[in-house]
């Protein structure tokens, strides 16, 4: 490629690789990810310079710098620069170091600065992208792609997460998908696509009642509750291979939850005819009974390193969020405020729990801290983040713990919303036919 003076290697698909910089290793002065307020980094993404000047490089050029932007912007992290604003043509300025000159863009107020080139040859892409600091002049991320034009989304959010990593010492979201259920059919089916809402499809194909999609930790497999055969069963299938199981006990087999690193679940099974929390192999064989008191025991999460699992339970008279250390059995009572709370979710970094509460005759969604008080000494135990919006069910935390995805009505039919982990940024994923609920983000699918 004219221009760029690194040898490339082959891929047919993607291949990126570390360049001009000394160490790949992640800088923690940039983004302090446990900041509630954290403060946007303004990021200039000028057109990536299309290097043999073609019509077609043109239009990738604006394509691909446009998805640049739009992924990072959604991560929460940076506010994108209007181009209208910048000082440089970008098909006559350089894209590296030396033939930036910095104060054009410092001028504008961009403390970081992406630059690209690309160059097409048939149906092969070979792209190079930079991540600079415009204060210090100095590149922070360096990568080189090559591989077919359809690959540009694969090779976009390649280099985000690698620029994610730098800035945070965290891969980000860019390896993972989120499962909701959709009455887009006339029934209620699960759909995956991808993190940001792209490429939606329809996973089950029951034409029943579908609920509860949960990914193992592998994000191999998928279970969920069908009422295919007119009651509530649990289905265990595997995404890529045509194979799994159907735990169809007597009663209600309902809400499952994959244990961490293991391929066993929890779930709630009513066979004994009190609904109670069981552990179970992915081939459904009862490994051991996890509850067991008078009442309804629903919705398991385990903690991230699997000692400890939340569940909801109407034993003190109201739907209310208990922890259990799995190992004792001690369990103990969450939530005190609010007469319904439901739907926990345990962050990836083991110190929260999101849920859903009724007040007032809405749902909304709150956090809380394991220990029942949240980080900053908060006395009331939890913090709302959604506010006089519909109502609000459901969270689900991104695989890096900086996003929650959640469903509303705010706008009328229930949608996926997301917002950061401090309730910012709230904004819908898509809009598809039917309603959207139960939204369950996947853990990081680095073979996909």
């Not at 309902?254 to 929390?277: H, M, N, Q, R, V």
């Not at 025991?297 to 109407?314: L, T, Y």
């Not at 001690?330 to 005190?336: A, G, H, K």
């Not at 509303?408 to 982990?421: F, K, L, V």
Request: net charge positive; proline share 5%; with cysteine.
């Amino acid at each position: 490629m004219t221009g760029f003076p690194i040898k490339i290697s082959w891929l047919v698909i993607v291949l990126s690789f570390c360049f001009q910089v000394g160490f790949c290793r992640a800088e923690y002065d940039y983004i302090d990810i446990s900041n509630p307020f954290l403060r946007k980094i303004p990021i200039a993404v000028p057109f990536f310079k299309a290097i043999s000047g073609s019509e077609t490089e043109l239009q990738l050029s604006g394509k691909a710098s446009g998805l640049l932007s739009e992924t990072l912007e959604f991560t929460g992290y940076f506010k994108i620069l209007d181009r209208n604003a910048f000082l440089v043509n970008p098909q006559q300025a350089g894209i590296i170091a030396a033939n930036i000159n910095f104060q054009n863009w410092t001028a504008i107020g961009a403390e970081l600065l992406v630059t690209g080139g690309l160059l097409t040859k048939g149906e092969i892409i070979e792209m190079e992208l930079r991540l600079f600091d415009t204060f210090k002049g100095r590149l922070l991320v360096g990568k080189r792609y090559k591989g077919w034009i359809n690959d540009q989304r694969k090779i976009i959010r390649r280099f985000c997460s690698e620029v994610i990593y730098y800035l945070t010492g965290d891969r980000g979201i860019f390896d993972s998908k989120i499962a909701f259920v959709s009455t887009g059919t006339g029934n209620k089916e699960i759909y995956i696509s991808e993190f940001d809402g792209y490429n939606p499809e329809q996973f089950t194909h029951t034409k029943s009642i579908t609920l509860s999609p949960a990914w193992s930790s592998d994000a191999c497999w998928m279970a969920y509750t069908s009422y295919l055969n007119g009651k509530p069963d649990l289905y265990i299938k595997n995404l890529k291979e045509k194979r799994g199981t159907v735990i169809a006990k007597p009663g209600i087999n309902i809400t499952p939850a994959w244990f961490p690193g293991k391929f066993a679940l929890a779930a709630t099974l009513s066979f004994s005819g009190d609904p109670e929390i069981y552990l179970l192999t992915g081939n459904g064989k009862i490994i051991k009974r996890l509850t067991d008191r008078w009442g309804i025991d629903v919705s398991p999460v385990w903690s991230p390193d699997g000692k400890k699992m939340a569940f909801v339970s109407n034993r003190s008279g109201n739907p209310q969020i208990y922890i259990m250390d799995v190992e004792t059995g001690r369990t103990e009572r969450l939530t005190f405020q609010g007469h319904y709370n439901t739907t926990p979710s345990w962050s990836p970094k083991g110190n929260k729990i999101a849920y859903c509460s009724a007040e007032s005759g809405r749902f909304n969604i709150y956090v809380m801290g394991v220990d029942g008080l949240m980080l900053g000494g908060n006395n009331n135990g939890s913090v709302q983040l959604t506010h006089n919006a519909g109502d609000n069910e459901s969270p689900t935390w991104s695989p890096d713990g900086s996003l929650i995805a959640f469903s509303s009505t705010r706008e009328g039919p229930s949608r996926i919303y997301i917002m950061t982990a401090y309730g910012m940024d709230q904004r819908r994923l898509f809009d598809l036919p039917g309603e959207q609920t139960n939204p369950k983000w996947s853990p990081r699918m680095f073979n996909d």
